[in-house]
């Protein structure tokens, strides 16, 4: 059974960088044809993908975060990481990671619980 786990700050000040991280268990972030996700849900509004990276590493994003979205890894701890620049209080969200499958933009079949990020000074 695969469980991810997200960590992070849960305020982050308006210009500052807002990281967080996912621990994945149970199953590892360099298998094969696996995409590691990071989406995040506005109140009130629906699910947006922002980026994933692949079982060897590579990123892919989202055209209208790209400028300010990273994500890494560290297969040592079985960990990735987002980092969003230059927040704004349009970026608060449930933020989630979460196993794709096939493709960056494939369907995800394990999930996080989410952690709710508040831009706010």
């Known amino acids: 059974q695969v469980q991810l786990q997200e960590s992070g700050p849960g305020l982050v000040k308006p210009s500052q960088t807002l990281s967080l991280t996912c621990t994945v268990f149970?199953?590892?972030?360099?298998?094969?044809?696996?995409?590691w996700s990071w989406i995040r849900q506005p109140p009130g509004k629906g699910l947006e993908w922002m980026g994933a990276i692949s079982d060897s590493a590579t990123t892919y994003y989202s055209p209208s975060l790209k400028s300010r979205t990273s994500i890494s890894r560290d297969t040592s701890k079985n960990q990735f990481t987002l980092q969003l620049t230059s927040v704004t209080p349009e970026d608060t969200a449930v933020y989630y990671c979460a196993r794709g499958v096939g493709s960056s933009h494939g369907p995800a079949d394990y999930w996080g619980q989410g952690t709710q990020v508040t831009v706010a000074s």
């Open positions: 149970g199953g590892s972030i360099t298998t094969r044809s696996y995409y």
